[in-house]
Structures are given as structure tokens and as C-alpha cells.
């Protein structure tokens, strides 16, 4: 045993020497070169140039260096403030020629990104990335508008045109049909729970989104990660989203003032009846409803045509109800950012306000933001990092969607022979709003835009210390330790004049109607990490890092609604009849713990591997599955750093990735591993009832996520192109177990199903022209998902989706949230038609009815019967897109430039709800322009059905009527800016949305009424997108 001692310590004391000598040796390598402008190939003086820790050099005035090197195949790093970092691998020369571009350009591999635990250079990060880097000068007034196209496999589907609404975001399609489908948001280094809030919420298609909080001003970049970020474990399986806010990056003290104001632009209306054409379609229905004579029609005092009738001027007028509502209107956005600090503290602080007025009348979104920021050097080698931001946020807004109190609802239903106001007895309009219709009871749009409540109040507290303490120079230890703290706040009244009767959830009828309802969450969060980095003879770089978070969430909801105040005045809750008082809440407690491990290794700065592991417990599974362990493994290869790529003039970077991991998905609910109870309401009275059953088995969905991916940059980086491949499976997907009645539940939530989820995404950027005086960039991505599942309890669901008429189908086999319904083959135009068919349907009243000329001719997919029911229903739509994507064009000459966004989507179905509504002509309601082409005796040449009171022989029942591609190409922004040589200064003018391509007749193309994975490409009547355009100034002292 003591020989074996000796012979190892002479061998290291061996190896040791020959390591020493072998350094020294390589201390006497040199490598010159010149470092020029890549626009204008003139030598750049003062470049900085170095070999990580060994050495580093400033160029002279011709632009050369002269440095040491531990060995020709170490890789240089060339970087200056007002130019891109560079990476030139040497490939054992001695003699280099460097190019580099200024800030204006995007540089794709060789800039630092931030990655989970640490910065990282873009050549040697082995993920799937996209990066985003911030931009005072932006137009863009939320973090959701700041993402739209501009990520690969991201696509960001604004929910509406509400002003700071948010968006749904879906990375690289779904991998869950009930959980939740929305990327993990972190925020310097602190997750954002993103899925609680509205839980009751009181206005109709109102969202919080904390992302709104953010102002896009404060932030530095934006990281998504589309493969498997198993280091965040359980919550990782629908992307992760890392998000760095502005920080001081030297001493001196900075100024930057901003200023914005535009107009934002009422939207296109929708072609509806004039007020003949209206007159027309309700006499007929009127007419076939059989409740009325054409004598007692006759008499209905909107059809008097005399000018002495009292009520002459109240239904004799032309009112465009869209125009009442929609108008132009402006917005405002103040920005104010100071750094600075000394050799012991660098500081950054900022303060925000936007407003943003909408499209729909007395819509308004108004924000407040302030952050702090402050890096702390305590001792040399204690480190304090401070983070601190406030805001609050007050929306006026409406109920939005399908509701009767939703203005762009009701002025679609309202009659235009109607009038906003009571006229006079001389035919002058007051300014007393006219009540609800003796029509159809239908709500005065303007009474609800003028005289109703709808407030949204929302306030953020999101703070963190984060101390580092270095023990030696390469290991440190460090801990962050943040609070999140959010309150939503919502008020509604609704008056009695104008607006329709509501009633509560007991069925209780209400006028002057007051709702009140409050959330918060409070998170506190932790973040305790080692971490080792060691370099070995300059080609061995390890990093390595054992952590622990702990994340511990308090939610809590309440609610109260009452009505029936003595007067419209009375808007407070305690106002109300006692007797109509509703109140309930909800408190949510729910806890995350993890422990995890990262190693990354990197050899001769060209071969990389990454390893991550992490054990995550939560509150949320069952005792049965607390932990789940997820791992993964990346590896990538920098061809372009290897000698036999010394002489290649074609190729500057060549990255070949590929990587495989397990990640989790824990949105199944805080307590669906436990029993608990309700409040329900019985006979005057209330108790509590069982609010579930439980399963000590669910657990997380987990996905297993593979990719690859390949990174190519050509003719010094004015070409770039990268390639992803993904391929994604869940299995324990959440569903519901449907159970007998008697158990006092309708079932249970279950893990239990797999889908599939592959796709590639291809982004290109390009520098076409490169002159000191004139640049020409374009560039874009196009991303494809295909997912389908693989196994479902019961093989099959089918979700009927209230208030839109809708049944969608999850089947094995197949992509999930497809359309099911009726295929139609036009209209029977004559009797002989529909006799030859011999269909029939089963009436409401259960009474077989045949069909007749004017009906839609259903196709019967049973051929087995002459019945048309719902075993004749089909597929007969998929939301799914072929692919999405977006391209830009960028031309600067001088001090002017000019950039324009294109966003698009192919092959796409939507469900046009709206104009299932607008056309189902079943009511009495106000119809389409393309109504006044239905088929009558006169009109049988058509393709539009005959109109029929109550819909007897179902015309309007969910089919491809309804169904339209939603393929689009949109112009998302053009901007326009000048650079002049004052401070640092821009100037510019952005116009937003202002065309649109596409076949769609809605409102907007570009929609997304929920989260749920299931219930995408539903037009559910939201507030579409406007355009608007905008004038701004930065200025930088």
C-alpha cells in the first residue's frame, strides 16, 4: 500500500512538471491580428481583445494587436461597448483578421445569453433558444406586445383588444389537453405565478396578466427556452421564459427620457341591416312565429309609418350602433431611467406611466411602474444584489364576449331604427339614454359604455435580496430570498335604465346590479445555490451547481354581489336588497420545494455537455407521488471552432445540439389530493356539500422532451440559420374520471393519457447589404407543431362549450381541440330537393320533422337512417395551423431607419361564433348584411337559408357553416426613426396592425378566448385589435 503511495505521488509531481513546463511553453505562443469595422472594413481603435482570465489587449490606432496564448486553439474575445462581442476560434493560427458590427446589428451566436443559472456565450449554449433583447426606445406598452412574433415556436395570441389584456402564449403547441398550457415565467431569477388569478372573476372575458405589470422599458432581454429546462422540474413542461430587467453597467451616470403619444384606431365594423332591411327580416319573423296576425303585426307601433304617430321619431331613425361605441382615441406612455453608482455600488432606477385608451368607449388601461435595481460590492467578496419594483394598474373596461351587457354584443343584436338617446316630442335628441328595447329587451350599447362600471384595479409588490459570497475564486455561494405580493380588485354596477335584466346564480332576478370581488397572492421565494467553476490548462471549463428552492404560496378570493337598489344612484354593494345578497371565497395555500443539480463541461471551447437534475416535491400531489425526479442531458459541437475549418471563407459558425430531458407540469389543482367541501345554497338556506373526490395518486403530467438542432453563420455572419427539431410526449395526462352521482360528484381528476407533440422551427436573418452608409437586414422564422394523442380514457371526449354552441373533440388518434359538428352541402332551394333527400330531424318537441325548401342540407354521415342527428356529426374543423411564423425588412441609411414586422398564420380553422350569432336568424335580433341574401320564394337561388323564429328545423346547429380559415398575414408594426448626432437620441413614428390579409369575415383573425388547450380558434365576440400610430422621442444624457 506505501508502494503504491510513492509510485502515485511521483506520478503526480510527474505530470505536474511536465504541465508546468508544457505552461510555460505555451506562455511564449503570440497571435497577432486586426480588428475592422465589418460595415466600412476600416481599422477599429481601442478594441478590447482577451483570452478569458490569460491575458487581454487594446487595439492601436491601425486596429492591431499582438497577444499571448496558452495554446492556438484557445478562442479570442473581441468586444467593445459600442460593438457586438465576438468569438474568433483559432484553429491554430497565429495571425487572425477580425470583423465586427456595431450595436445596430443582431448578432446571433456570439452575444451573452441569459441562461438558467448563469450567463452564457450563445456558441456554447446547447439548448433550444430564442433571445430578445430589450429596447428603451420601444413603442411596444406590455411585455405581451414585446413578444408577438418575434420567437420562434412562440406563438403569442393576444386574448383582445383590450388595452393591457395580455396574450396566450403557447410554446411548441400543447402538451396537455386539461392542465395548464402557459410558459414559466421567470423574472431575475424569481418565479411569477401566472395561472391563479380570476378565479372569480366578475367581468365577462377580463384576464389578469402580471406580465402587464412589467414595463418593457425596464427590461434588458428576454430567454425562451423551448426544450427541457429540467432544472425547473415540475413546471418546466410548457417552456420557460427568463426575463432580465435593466441593470447599471458602469459608474457614470446616465439619463434616458422617453415619450410617446398616438392615436389608436376604431376597428373596421362588421356589415349589419340597415333599418329597412331590419323592418323587413322582423316583420318576417314576427310574422313566421306564429304568435302574432298580420293584422296585430300591422299595428306594432315600429312599423307606423305615419309622421303624426308619437312614436314616430323613437323608430324611424338610421343608427350605426358599431359607431356609437367604437371610436379613435389616444394613448400616452412617460419613461425616466437613471444610473450610475461609484467602485463600491452601481444603481438603476426607473418610473413609468402609460395610458392607453381603447377602441370601445370610456375603455382605458392606465399603469404605474417604479424599479430599483443596485449591485453591492459589501466586501471583496461578499456581494449584495437588490431588486425592488411597484406598480399599479386601473382598467375601465366592459364584459366582453357573447353577454348581454357586452357593448360590441348588444350594438351588433340592437335595432338600428333605434336611437341612443330619447328624442323629443319635435324629433330632437336629449340627453336621456332610451331604455331597453319592447323589440327584443335587447341592452342600449351606449347606456353601457356611458353609465356602467367595470373596474379592474391591480396592485404588484415584487422584491428580492440576493447575497454571493465567494469562498475561493472558484467556488462561491449565493442565495436569493424574494417576496411577490399581488392584489386584484374588481367593481361592477349596472344600472337599470338601458341595460337588460341579469340574474345571480340562483336564478334570482336583478336590476341595479353591484359586484364586488378582491384576489391576492403573496409568494415568498428562495434560491440557495453553490457554485464551482474551474478552469483546467486553459481547455477544460467546468461549471458546477447544488441548489435548493422553495417557493410557498397564500391565495385567497372573495366575492359579493347584490341588486335591486332603490335608484341607479345607489352603486354600493350595501345599497342592494338584502335578500339578493351572494357572497362566497376561496383560499388556495400551496407549497414547492426542489433540489437540483447542474453540471456544465466544455473542451477546448467546442465540445459541450450539460447535465441537470432536479427533485421537486409540492403540496399539490397526492401523498402517493410527492417527488418526482427529472433529469436531462445536452450535448453540442462547434464544427466551425475545428482546424479543418481554419480555411473555410463560406462558413463563420457551425453548432450542432441535441439534447433529451423530463420535465413536469403541476397545474392539477391545490387540492385535488384532498377531500373538501363547499357552500351550496338550498331552499333559502346553505350548508356545505362535497366539493370533490380525492385521489392521493395525482401527480404531475410529465413530458419527455427531445431536440435537435443545428446553427449555421456564413460570410462573417451577415447569414445566419437555425434548425430545431422537436419531438414531445406527456403521459399522466390530467383528466376527469367520471363516477356515479351517488358519490355527490360528477368524478375525479386523474392522471391517465399520452400525447404526442413533434414539430421544427427555422429561423433565418440576413445582412443583404453592408456599406458604412447603407444596411439592409431581413429576416424571419416559421415554426410547425403536429401533436396527437395517443391514448385517453375512454378513447374519446366531447366538451360542449356553453354560450357558443360548440362540441369539441379529444380522440386518440387524432389532433386535440378539433371541431365536431354537421357537414353541409348548401341549401335545398326548392321542395323537389328536399323530397329527393327525404332527411328529416327530430324536433325540440322529440317529433320527427321533414325538411323544406330553404333549410341547409345537412349531409348524412349515418347513412344507415334518413335521420339527421348526432351520430351523423363529424370533424369538420381543426384550429390547428399548418405553420405560423413572422419576416421583417430593416433598411437604415445614415441616421434614418426604416423596419417593418410581418406576422402570419396558415391553415387554420376558426369557429366564427359571432357570426353564428349575427347569422342564425332565429331571433329578433339584428342580422349580417349577408342575412338580406337568404332564401324566400322570390330568392331561392341562394346559399343562405331561410330565416325561421326559433330555428324549428335546427339551420343554425354547430356545422361548417361556422367554420372559416384563419390564415392571415398582418403588417404588426412599421417604424420610422431618425439618430441624430445630440446626445443619444432617436426619434421615431410607429404605426401598429394596420393591414391585415386574410379571408376571415370576424372581427380579427387573431384570436384566443382561453388558456385551455382544447378551446383555441373559438371567436367568442372579444374586442378585436385595433390599429394605432404612434410618435416618440428617447433622449439619453
Known amino acids: 500500500m506505501i508502494k503504491i503511495n510513492k509510485y502515485f505521488l511521483l506520478f503526480i509531481l510527474f505530470f505536474g512538471i511536465t504541465s508546468m513546463l508544457q505552461a510555460q511553453e505555451n506562455t511564449r505562443l503570440t497571435v497577432s491580428g486586426t480588428v475592422l469595422s465589418a460595415s466600412s472594413k476600416k481599422p477599429l481603435q481601442g478594441i478590447n481583445v482577451r483570452i478569458g482570465k490569460f491575458a487581454s489587449v487594446l487595439t492601436n490606432e491601425s486596429g492591431e494587436f499582438t497577444i499571448k496564448v496558452p495554446d492556438t486553439r484557445a478562442t479570442l474575445i473581441v468586444s467593445n461597448p459600442d460593438y457586438q462581442t465576438k468569438e474568433v476560434p483559432l484553429k491554430d493560427r497565429t495571425t487572425v483578421e477580425v470583423l465586427i458590427y456595431g450595436n445596430d446589428f443582431n448578432s446571433y451566436y456570439n452575444q451573452d445569453v441569459d441562461m438558467l443559472l448563469n450567463k452564457q456565450s450563445n456558441s456554447s449554449v446547447v439548448n433550444a433558444i430564442s433571445v430578445k433583447k430589450g429596447n428603451i426606445a420601444t413603442p411596444r406598452q406590455t411585455v405581451a406586445n414585446m413578444l408577438n412574433g418575434e420567437a420562434s415556436g412562440l406563438r403569442t395570441i393576444m386574448r383582445s383588444g383590450v388595452p393591457g389584456i395580455g396574450a396566450n402564449m403557447f410554446l411548441r403547441g400543447y402538451n396537455t389537453i386539461n392542465g395548464s398550457t402557459q410558459p414559466l415565467i421567470i423574472v431575475d431569477g424569481m418565479m411569477l405565478e401566472t395561472n391563479t388569478f380570476t378565479n372569480n372573476n366578475l367581468i365577462g372575458g377580463y384576464s389578469y396578466d402580471p406580465l402587464s405589470d412589467i414595463n418593457p422599458k425596464d427590461i434588458a432581454s428576454i430567454t425562451v427556452i423551448k426544450d427541457a429546462a429540467s432544472i425547473y422540474g415540475s413546471r418546466a413542461a410548457n417552456g420557460v421564459i427568463l426575463i432580465e430587467t435593466n441593470k447599471a453597467e458602469s459608474i457614470s451616470t446616465k439619463i434616458d427620457f422617453y415619450v410617446q403619444g398616438g392615436l389608436n384606431v376604431a376597428p373596421q365594423n362588421i356589415p349589419m341591416m340597415d333599418s329597412g332591411q331590419y323592418k323587413t327580416f322582423l316583420s318576417n319573423q314576427l310574422n313566421n312565429s306564429g304568435l302574432y296576425t298580420n293584422e296585430e303585426i300591422s299595428r306594432m307601433p315600429f312599423f307606423n309609418e305615419n309622421p303624426a304617430f308619437s312614436d314616430y321619431q323613437k323608430y324611424h331613425n338610421e343608427t350605426n350602433w358599431q359607431d356609437e361605441i367604437f371610436s379613435n382615441d389616444y394613448v400616452n406612455d412617460y419613461y425616466l431611467k437613471v444610473t450610475g453608482g461609484d467602485e463600491i455600488s452601481k444603481y438603476g432606477i426607473s418610473v413609468g406611466y402609460s395610458t392607453n385608451r381603447g377602441v370601445v368607449k370610456n375603455s382605458n388601461f392606465n399603469r404605474f411602474t417604479t424599479r430599483f435595481n443596485a449591485e453591492t460590492s459589501v466586501t471583496e467578496k461578499l456581494f449584495l444584489n437588490t431588486n425592488l419594483s411597484v406598480s399599479y394598474t386601473n382598467r375601465n373596461v366592459f364584459d366582453d364576449g357573447l353577454l348581454s351587457t357586452s357593448p360590441i354584443f348588444s350594438a351588433l343584436q340592437k335595432s338600428p331604427f333605434l336611437s341612443p338617446f330619447v328624442p323629443n316630442a319635435d324629433g330632437v335628441v336629449t340627453g336621456i339614454y332610451e331604455d331597453i328595447d319592447d323589440i327584443g329587451a335587447f341592452s342600449n350599447p351606449l347606456a353601457i359604455t356611458d353609465n356602467t362600471t367595470f373596474v379592474a384595479k391591480d396592485y404588484n409588490l415584487y422584491g428580492h435580496l440576493k447575497l454571493t459570497y465567494k469562498l475561493s475564486d472558484k467556488l462561491a455561494i449565493s442565495s436569493l430570498v424574494g417576496v411577490y405580493y399581488i392584489k386584484n380588485r374588481q367593481n361592477v354596477f349596472l344600472?337599470?335604465?338601458?341595460?337588460?335584466?341579469?340574474?345571480?346564480?340562483?336564478?334570482?332576478?336583478?336590476?341595479?346590479?353591484?359586484?364586488?370581488?378582491?384576489?391576492?397572492?403573496?409568494?415568498?421565494?428562495?434560491?440557495?445555490?453553490?457554485?464551482?467553476?474551474?478552469?483546467?490548462?486553459?481547455?477544460?471549463?467546468?461549471?458546477?451547481?447544488?441548489?435548493?428552492?422553495?417557493?410557498?404560496?397564500?391565495?385567497?378570493?372573495?366575492?359579493?354581489?347584490?341588486?335591486?337598489?332603490?335608484?341607479?344612484?345607489?352603486?354600493?354593494?350595501?345599497?342592494?336588497?338584502?335578500?339578493?345578497?351572494?357572497?362566497?371565497?376561496?383560499?388556495?395555500?400551496?407549497?414547492?420545494?426542489?433540489?437540483?443539480?447542474?453540471?456544465?463541461?466544455?473542451?477546448?471551447?467546442?465540445?459541450?455537455?450539460?447535465?441537470?437534475?432536479?427533485?421537486?416535491?409540492?403540496?399539490?400531489?397526492?401523498?402517493?407521488?410527492?417527488?418526482?425526479?427529472?433529469?436531462?442531458?445536452?450535448?453540442?459541437?462547434?464544427?466551425?471552432?475545428?482546424?479543418?475549418?481554419?480555411?473555410?471563407?463560406?462558413?463563420?459558425?457551425?453548432?450542432?445540439?441535441?439534447?433529451?430531458?423530463?420535465?413536469?407540469?403541476?397545474?392539477?389543482?391545490?387540492?385535488?389530493?384532498?377531500?373538501?367541501?363547499?357552500?351550496?345554497?338550498?331552499?333559502?338556506?346553505?350548508?356545505?356539500?362535497?366539493?370533490?373526490?380525492?385521489?392521493?395518486?395525482?401527480?404531475?403530467?410529465?413530458?419527455?422532451?427531445?431536440?435537435?438542432?443545428?446553427?449555421?453563420?456564413?460570410?462573417?455572419?451577415?447569414?445566419?440559420?437555425?434548425?430545431?427539431?422537436?419531438?414531445?410526449?406527456?403521459?399522466?395526462?390530467?383528466?376527469?374520471?367520471?363516477?356515479?352521482?351517488?358519490?355527490?360528484?360528477?368524478?375525479?381528476?386523474?392522471?391517465?393519457?399520452?400525447?404526442?407533440?413533434?414539430?421544427?422551427?427555422?429561423?433565418?436573418?440576413?445582412?443583404?447589404?453592408?456599406?458604412?452608409?447603407?444596411?439592409?437586414?431581413?429576416?424571419?422564422?416559421?415554426?410547425?407543431?403536429?401533436?396527437?394523442?395517443?391514448?385517453?380514457?375512454?378513447?374519446?371526449?366531447?366538451?360542449?362549450?356553453?354560450?357558443?354552441?360548440?362540441?369539441?373533440?379529444?380522440?386518440?388518434?387524432?389532433?386535440?381541440?378539433?371541431?365536431?359538428?354537421?357537414?353541409?352541402?348548401?341549401?335545398?332551394?326548392?321542395?323537389?330537393?328536399?323530397?329527393?333527400?327525404?332527411?328529416?330531424?327530430?324536433?325540440?318537441?322529440?317529433?320527427?320533422?321533414?325538411?323544406?325548401?330553404?333549410?341547409?342540407?345537412?349531409?348524412?354521415?349515418?347513412?344507415?337512417?334518413?335521420?339527421?342527428?348526432?351520430?351523423?356529426?363529424?370533424?369538420?374543423?381543426?384550429?390547428?395551423?399548418?405553420?405560423?411564423?413572422?419576416?421583417?425588412?430593416?433598411?437604415?441609411?445614415?441616421?434614418?431607419?426604416?423596419?417593418?414586422?410581418?406576422?402570419?398564420?396558415?391553415?387554420?380553422?376558426?369557429?366564427?361564433?359571432?357570426?353564428?350569432?349575427?347569422?342564425?336568424?332565429?331571433?329578433?335580433?339584428?342580422?349580417?348584411?349577408?342575412?338580406?341574401?337568404?332564401?324566400?320564394?322570390?330568392?331561392?337561388?341562394?346559399?343562405?337559408?331561410?330565416?325561421?323564429?326559433?330555428?324549428?328545423?335546427?339551420?343554425?346547429?354547430?356545422?361548417?357553416?361556422?367554420?372559416?380559415?384563419?390564415?392571415?398575414?398582418?403588417?404588426?408594426?412599421?417604424?420610422?426613426?431618425?439618430?441624430?448626432?445630440?446626445?443619444?437620441?432617436?426619434?421615431?413614428?410607429?404605426?401598429?396592425?394596420?393591414?391585415?390579409?386574410?379571408?376571415?369575415?370576424?372581427?380579427?383573425?387573431?384570436?384566443?378566448?382561453?388558456?385551455?388547450?382544447?378551446?383555441?380558434?373559438?371567436?367568442?365576440?372579444?374586442?378585436?385589435?385595433?390599429?394605432?400610430?404612434?410618435?416618440?422621442?428617447?433622449?439619453?444624457?
Open 495 to 1037: 344600472p337599470d335604465l338601458g341595460l337588460s335584466t341579469e340574474f345571480n346564480e340562483y336564478g334570482d332576478e336583478l336590476v341595479r346590479t353591484s359586484k364586488v370581488s378582491a384576489e391576492s397572492l403573496f409568494a415568498v421565494y428562495n434560491d440557495t445555490r453553490l457554485n464551482y467553476k474551474f478552469n483546467y490548462r486553459n481547455k477544460h471549463d467546468f461549471s458546477l451547481n447544488l441548489g435548493f428552492r422553495y417557493n410557498q404560496n397564500n391565495y385567497d378570493n372573495s366575492y359579493s354581489i347584490s341588486g335591486n337598489s332603490g335608484d341607479d344612484q345607489f352603486t354600493s354593494l350595501d345599497g342592494g336588497d338584502p335578500l339578493t345578497f351572494v357572497t362566497s371565497g376561496s383560499i388556495g395555500n400551496w407549497k414547492y420545494a426542489s433540489v437540483y443539480a447542474n453540471a456544465d463541461y466544455a473542451f477546448l471551447n467546442k465540445y459541450f455537455v450539460s447535465y441537470n437534475i432536479a427533485g421537486d416535491a409540492s403540496s399539490r400531489f397526492g401523498d402517493d407521488k410527492s417527488v418526482g425526479i427529472f433529469p436531462a442531458l445536452g450535448a453540442g459541437w462547434l464544427v466551425s471552432s475545428e482546424k479543418f475549418m481554419a480555411d473555410s471563407k463560406l462558413i463563420d459558425q457551425l453548432k450542432l445540439r441535441a439534447s433529451y430531458g423530463l420535465t413536469g407540469n403541476d397545474g392539477v389543482g391545490n387540492y385535488n389530493a384532498e377531500s373538501y367541501f363547499v357552500p351550496n345554497r338550498f331552499l333559502e338556506g346553505g350548508g356545505l356539500v362535497n366539493g370533490n373526490i380525492a385521489n392521493s395518486s395525482i401527480r404531475w403530467e410529465e413530458t419527455a422532451k427531445a431536440n435537435l438542432g443545428i446553427d449555421l453563420g456564413l460570410f462573417n455572419e451577415r447569414l445566419a440559420v437555425s434548425f430545431d427539431y422537436f419531438n414531445n410526449k406527456t403521459s399522466g395526462l390530467l383528466n376527469l374520471n367520471e363516477i356515479s352521482p351517488i358519490y355527490g360528484s360528477n368524478g375525479f381528476l386523474n392522471n391517465d393519457g399520452e400525447l404526442k407533440n413533434t414539430g421544427f422551427e427555422f429561423s433565418v436573418n440576413a445582412r443583404v447589404f453592408n456599406t458604412s452608409s447603407f444596411s439592409w437586414d431581413i429576416g424571419g422564422n416559421i415554426s410547425k407543431y403536429k401533436n396527437e394523442i395517443i391514448s385517453l380514457p375512454g378513447q374519446q371526449q366531447l366538451n360542449t362549450i356553453d354560450g357558443v354552441n360548440a362540441t369539441i373533440l379529444n380522440q386518440e388518434g387524432s389532433a386535440l381541440g378539433l371541431f365536431y359538428g354537421y357537414k353541409t352541402n348548401g341549401i335545398y332551394n326548392n321542395a323537389t330537393e328536399a323530397s329527393a333527400d327525404g332527411l328529416s330531424w327530430t324536433d325540440y318537441q322529440g317529433f320527427l320533422q321533414p325538411f323544406e325548401a330553404g333549410d341547409v342540407r345537412f349531409v348524412n354521415a349515418n347513412a344507415s337512417d334518413n335521420v339527421i342527428n348526432e351520430d351523423d356529426r363529424v370533424v369538420i374543423g381543426d384550429p390547428n395551423p399548418d405553420f405560423t411564423g413572422m419576416f421583417y425588412n430593416t433598411f437604415t441609411y445614415k441616421k434614418l431607419s426604416l423596419s417593418a414586422v410581418f406576422t402570419f398564420s396558415q391553415g387554420n380553422d376558426i369557429y366564427n361564433a359571432l357570426r353564428w350569432n349575427n347569422e342564425s336568424m332565429s331571433g329578433l335580433a339584428n342580422q349580417s348584411l349577408a342575412t338580406v341574401n337568404r332564401w324566400t320564394v322570390e330568392n331561392q337561388n341562394t346559399s343562405v337559408p331561410r330565416a325561421v323564429y326559433g330555428d324549428a328545423m335546427g339551420n343554425s346547429r354547430f356545422s361548417d357553416r361556422w367554420i372559416e380559415d384563419g390564415s392571415y398575414i398582418r403588417l404588426k408594426t412599421i417604424t420610422l426613426s431618425y439618430t441624430p448626432d445630440v446626445f443619444n437620441t432617436t426619434f421615431y413614428i410607429t404605426a401598429n396592425n394596420i393591414l391585415t390579409i386574410t379571408d376571415y369575415l370576424g372581427y380579427d383573425p387573431e384570436v384566443s378566448s382561453s388558456q385551455l388547450s382544447y378551446l383555441q380558434g373559438i371567436d367568442a365576440g372579444f374586442t378585436p385589435q385595433y390599429s394605432s400610430v404612434l410618435i416618440g422621442v428617447r433622449v439619453g444624457l
